[in-house]
């Protein structure tokens, strides 16, 4: 199936007004969706027998500051048995106190629990209802989002080498 | 007698949790899992990561796409051409250039020795966790032949740093491709050895058979790729179901078990090494003449004759190392199968010389999220069993 | 002296200080501490073509303490230098450290937020080794400078002391 019919089911399942917008380059196409039903979004895309896209490659962060939403979490999903693939992104705005929120879809593909945990790490992004979100990549009591555009690359005082603790 | 025999309800017991890692000699690198076990036996596996973090994302955020060449190859150090061959695709897309025949052709030499490189490490450390010391030496002799290869082309033994933006950065040198044949014409039968060491040997079948079964259902919901989920019977090769570099024209078989289990793997692995070796054959014949790399000035480097020669290549050359190629503004995910499975290149460009995101698709980041569920139930020698036939590398997993 | 050739050359006289450096580096047993792309050119040593033992140090102990010479092969990342601390502690005296690889000397070419900038930060390094990943030939070359630095090392009179101090503890 190609990507502009798979995009037509999905604004024909969930209305026009649910997918934000659509961007196409070289031959592929990513569509922003609203971020409060990305779940069931998900979860139909996921299930409905000719889309059927059961393997996601990767959820992944972007970081647009300063544009607001700031973040847009990529979802690049692919078909075993269509073998299409698809590419949906969502803008997660960052909210007074530093921190952004969006739901989790572990309960649509398990894989995507490590790939929450990094991308939460990384960018300060709550996934509501995630199983375990502890940190995976960053030593446990750092407290800053590397990733994010505003972050030096060679780190703070906040990335010391040492824990503050004698071990 | 009735009285003094204790029932086994009396008896409390608690979990114990036993530290594995970061050094461990059977972890494959810098690897923490924090085991909790009822006996021997294995009731949760919680894998702890990051002790090899080295922030490779954000410092692609910070260098020109030629620069990153180089950051990539490190990301899966067993097979390092792999990764050069994902991000160049990624970039050539995104550019749209055309790589010339000879240059796609040397690719996938690169790319299957790479393949065979990784795997025949992969044979050698699995079957010394399983017990059975002689598979390494062997596999490591092997591997020193390809190494003598990497370094004929490119001067790096294990990271050659030879692909580039738009082809290859020289030409194979004289010697490269008599080598290779004498290569591929030893090579099978060397797998012919490793195999009566190991496919019908009684305990290196009692030590893998059963054991790590990973269902399909949750291969696919778990993301797994690669041999992980050819050993569990579905036929994905991202060779022939999205082929790239002209893969499609090449005559090789996609190795499937139905087994899902460790054992499967392991053949699966050796056939794709056997099917490389089909491959690589093949390009010796395939080899054509011509340029190896494309020419578009502003983005691929100019021959390196004619920069001595030519002042617009001279200039094209230094516009290029000084400010970088300019890629359009949008983005690009490409996938390549890797030795580990997908490995896959998300590549965001605002227009700049550098990358504004470059996610990197690790396969064995993904299929390191499934030693959970195939660990539960086994005892704990079998973890590490299971845990080295999950192939991974710690670099790809943390990045 | 005269003795010796007394004695047919099956007698050798030295002195203690000597003898004991001798056979210190005769048989230092290392540590393989394969963290990163490193480590593969270190089990290339190891292996048959360059092959290791013959400098006496084919028994690579994962355990450090039975190990001598702690190899530091790869990146040594922020999460990952305590872990590296503990190990050296652990190491009982004489102990030698190997920085192989820019990335254990300098923090190689991560120059960012997750990289300790070279382990010598946190350890007293004897030889640093560099290269990316450096050739098995490095490797031996740097080992050997290191067995000439235990030749001359005092070690009955001035013994080397190695303890892991960094500043503010």
Known sequence: MNQEAIKDRLTAKFGQDAVLDTTVFRDQLSVTVIKDKIREICRFLRDEPDLFFDFLSFVGGVDKHPQTPRFEIVYQLNSSRHKHRFRIKTRVEETADGLASIDSVVGVWATADWHERETAEMYGITFKDHPDPRKLLLPEHWTVFPLRKDFPLEGTDDTPDLPPQKI | MNEQVRRMEDFQSELMELNLGPHHPSTHGVFRAVVELDGETVVNVTPHLGYLHRGYEKTCENKHYHQVIPLAERCDYMGASSNSLAFCLTVEKMLGVDVPERAQVIRVMFAELSRIFSHLFWLGTHAHDVGAMTPLFYNLREREEIMNLFELSAGGRLMPNYLRIGGVIQDLPEGFVERLRAFTEHFDRRVDEYETLLTKNVIYMDRTQGIGVLSLKDAIGLGASGPMIRGSGLAWDIRKTEPYCGYETYDFSVAVEKGCDAYSRYLVRIREMRESNRILKQTLEKLPGGPIRARQPGVVFPPQEEIYTKMESLIHHFMLVVEGLKAPVGEYYQCIESPRGELGCYLVSDGGPRPYRLKWRAPAFVNLESLAIMARGHLFADLIAILSSVDIVLAEVDR | ?169
């Open chain 3, 1 to 169: 002296m005269a003795i010796e050739r007394h004695l047919n050359d099956t007698v050798h006289v030295t002195n203690l200080e000597w003898f004991v450096n001798w056979s210190r580096k005769s048989s230092m047993w290392p540590l393989g501490f394969g963290l990163a792309c490193c480590a593969l050119e270190m089990i290339a040593t190891f292996v048959s073509r360059y092959d290791l033992a013959r400098f006496g140090m084919e028994v690579a102990r994962p355990s450090p303490r039975h190990a001598d010479l702690m190899i530091v092969s790869g990146t040594a990342s922020k999460k990952m230098i305590p872990a590296v601390r503990r190990i050296y502690e652990q190491m009982a005296e004489p102990r030698w450290v190997i920085a192989m690889g820019a990335c254990a000397c300098t923090g190689g070419i991560y120059k960012n937020y997750a990289v300790v900038q070279g382990i010598d930060r946190h350890l007293p390094v004897d030889v640093y080794i560099p290269g990316c990943p450096p050739r098995p030939e490095a490797l031996l070359d740097g080992i050997l400078q290191l067995h000439a630095k235990v030749m001359k090392e005092q070690s009955i009179h001035n013994p080397r002391v190695t303890c892991v101090k960094v500043a503010g503890e």
